[in-house]
């Protein structure tokens, strides 16, 4: 197995293993999230985590890469 | 990559929003040349619940495992070679005949990635939530195909507990 990202354990939605990107963006800002994490906060998933648990208590109802999105831009502002 | 390249139509809000924040993030450097390609390829082909079906298809076959993945899961899973962020206090519980467990996090991004991956998105359904599991067990995992047996009682361990444990 390769070295794990620091990504892990945020709540990536799946369909039977299969992750579960809809459109582009999706994966997009997915990936941004991990850059941001690797390369802004030298691997820690920390305070991505608590802005997305913050993203998603804010508005339960969202989709979820949108509140992922909304959780990215309190980050990086 | 870049989600306007191949867009004729224009794009949502969510879309822009996305696309602002890749400008943004590649105009600090954050994000080398490849790394959206790279980071997705991985995701899709290297993490997924193929390393818990490693695990359990372990305990299967031999007991003695099955009792060291049962008494300390976290190092029996590191036997295999996984283990790392959010699997470095991995809790192993069994179905049986008279208990089945569910799962949940109360705080909805808890998931023990290094052996199921990425959670599906029901996982993350409002309905999903404890509050939901404990009032009803029964209906709720009637309602995700997975209806226990009129004689297990039910058993909700939390996946933020356990991680943290």
């Excluded at chain 2, 619940?49 to 007991?63: C, Q, S, T």
């Excluded at chain 2, 959010?86 to 208990?99: K, P, R």
């Excluded at chain 2, 195909?145 to 058993?155: E, L, N, Q, V, Y």
């Amino acid at each position: 197995m390769t070295t794990p990202l620091s990504l892990s354990g945020l709540d990536l939605p799946r369909r039977n293993g299969e992750l579960a990107f809809d459109a582009p963006w999706q994966s997009t800002v997915f990936a941004l999230a991990a850059a941001v994490i690797e390369n802004g906060f030298g691997g820690d998933p920390e305070p991505f985590r608590q802005q997305l648990i913050r993203a998603i208590a804010a508005e339960p109802g969202r989709p979820y890469w949108e509140s992922w999105t909304a959780a990215l831009e309190e980050l990086v502002p | 990559m870049s989600n306007s390249d191949h867009h004729t139509a224009p794009m949502s809000p969510v879309e822009q929003r996305v696309a602002a924040l890749e400008a943004l993030l590649t105009e600090r450097g954050l994000v080398p040349e490849g790394f959206i390609e790279e980071i997705t390829r991985r995701y899709e082909t290297e993490i997924g619940p193929m390393n818990g079906a490693k695990v359990v298809a372990r305990a299967w076959a031999d007991p003695e495992y099955k009792l060291r993945l049962l008494a300390d899961g976290t190092a029996a899973i590191a036997e295999l070679g996984f283990g790392g962020p959010e699997g470095d206090h991995l809790v192993v519980v069994e179905n049986t005949a008279a208990v089945h467990n569910v799962i949940v996090c109360t705080l909805c991004s808890c998931y023990p990635w290094p052996v199921l991956g990425l959670p599906p998105a029901w996982y993350k359904d409002p309905p999903y939530w404890p509050r939901w599991a404990a009032r009803c067990p029964r209906r709720w995992r009637s309602g995700y195909g997975t209806p226990p047996p009129r004689s297990a009682t039910s058993s909700c361990p939390s996946a933020r507990r356990a991680r943290r444990a």
